[in-house]
């Protein structure tokens, strides 16, 4: 397959449409291959512009996402950047692209392994990858022009902001569950910075000295200004390991992005697959006229005290229809009733045989046919369908009345 055009198109749809305008950062991601990032088997998932899986309950950041990271951090081909939180690499085998060296810290041994090899086998020389708590930093490597944080912290761990250098930018998810902002300080002097808010964001927690502590089954906040027990989601099955759940374990792992991939991926499966059959099962009714116009559903008889109507239920928009009104032997004149929603569905194109009169009382039009006590007497009123839809009529016999729905399709 040809990986270079589905790039190109990601940039295209997640990236540069959604406003992403440096030429530095698409280039870069028409460049790295994203699909050499996520795990076997989630290859075909690599260009949607969602976080995915990578294993220790981590996540490969959604395109669109480290796109915006990297465009705020303003990159330049001369730039030191650091990434707390390889992850994948992917986000750091961006920046390797676009600055001369890249930094890179993960907690997890096994995913900075991973990392490592991948730059390896791409021939990405220009990334250094360590294995440590990134909340602190990387002092001998410091001072950088800037630092992109791609797990959410407490709040801005100190270490971070002394080691950007002058005019340096530091981009950073703080806050935790739905209430994390996405924000950038530029470093304006010694001691000071610039701080803005770039929105509204989902990320997977900090998790150390500087940042929150993985005690299960939540994370708990080390920075005095927050409280000590921070009730959030568990950050990840790996992190909350080890016994009793609190009463806010109903909440699944929530990786950065929107939704867990693959919990999402199985329920829009479970929709598709119901859609299908009942799809199919419409098509076979259909094919086998069971659903139209003279099918087997497509009449109903209704009974009343005085005898019994079949009634078409189903029918097409300007078809000819009838409907047969069956009345019990009596020895007193017959009356069969309909109201004028009746016409509005049914034309009345003739009667058979013929009634004796007609009149019209209460908003109601009545037939009058001939009494007949040696038996039951069949008339057949010869019909044409109306206006197409679902309508409602009432018809009577006698005294009693029943109203009954007919579907015509147009
Ligand atoms: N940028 C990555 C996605 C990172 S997900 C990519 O493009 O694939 C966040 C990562 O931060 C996770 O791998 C998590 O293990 C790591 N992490 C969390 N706390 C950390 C810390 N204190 N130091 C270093 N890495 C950390």
Not at 1 to 10: A, F
């Amino acid at each position: 397959m040809d990986m270079t055009r589905i790039r190109d198109r990601m940039v295209e749809h997640h990236v540069t449409r959604r406003g992403i305008r440096d030429p530095g950062v698409t280039e870069a991601m028409r460049t790295v291959p994203r699909e050499k990032f996520v795990p076997p088997g989630s290859e075909e998932f690599a260009y949607e512009d969602a976080p995915l899986s990578i294993g220790e309950g981590q996540t490969i950041s959604q395109p669109f996402i480290v796109a915006l990271m990297l465009e705020k951090a303003d990159l330049d081909a001369g730039d030191t950047v650091l990434e707390v939180g390889t992850g994948s690499g992917y986000a750091s085998a961006l920046m390797s692209r676009i600055a001369r060296r890249v930094y890179s810290i993960e907690r997890h041994e096994r995913l900075a392994l991973e990392a490592k090899e991948r730059f390896e086998k791409l021939g990405y020389r220009n990334i250094d990858v360590r294995v440590g708590d990134g909340s602190k930093g990387w002092a001998e490597a410091a001072p950088f022009d800037a630092i992109i944080v791609s797990a959410s912290a407490p709040e801005v761990p100190t270490a971070l902001k002394e080691q950007l250098g002058l005019g340096g930018r530091l981009i950073i998810p703080v806050g935790r569950g739905e209430g994390q902002r996405l924000k950038r300080l530029t470093r304006t002097g010694a001691t000071a910075f610039e701080e803005e808010d770039l929105g509204g964001v989902r990320f997977v927690p900090l998790i150390g000295e500087d940042a929150w502590t993985a005690t299960h089954p939540m994370y708990t906040a080390t920075a005095p200004s927050l409280p000590k027990t921070v009730a959030s989601e568990p950050s990840s099955p790996q992190d909350t390991q080890g016994g009793g759940m609190g009463k806010i374990d109903k909440l699944p792992t929530l990786p950065e992005g929107v939704l867990d991939h693959s919990e999402f991926q199985q329920r829009f499966w479970a929709v598709q697959r119901i859609s299908w059959i009942v799809f199919t099962l419409l098509l076979v009714t259909c094919l086998l006229g069971l659903l139209g116009r003279g099918g087997p559903f497509s009449r109903q008889t209704l009974q009343l005290p005085d005898g019994s109507v079949d009634f078409p239920i189903i029918s097409r928009w300007n078809a000819p229809e009838d409907m047969t009104v069956t009345f019990t032997p009596s020895s007193e004149d017959r009356v069969f009733t309909i109201d004028p929603a009746f016409l509005q569905t049914f034309s009345i194109q003739g009667v058979d045989p013929p009634q004796k009169a007609t009149f019209t009382r209460a908003g109601r039009i009545g037939y009058v046919f001939p009494a007949d006590p040696a038996g039951p007497t069949q008339i057949v009123f010869r019909l044409q369908t109306q206006l197409p839809g679902r309508l409602r009529a009432t018809i009577g016999m006698g005294g009693e009345t029943r109203t009954q729905s007919t579907f015509i399709f147009p």
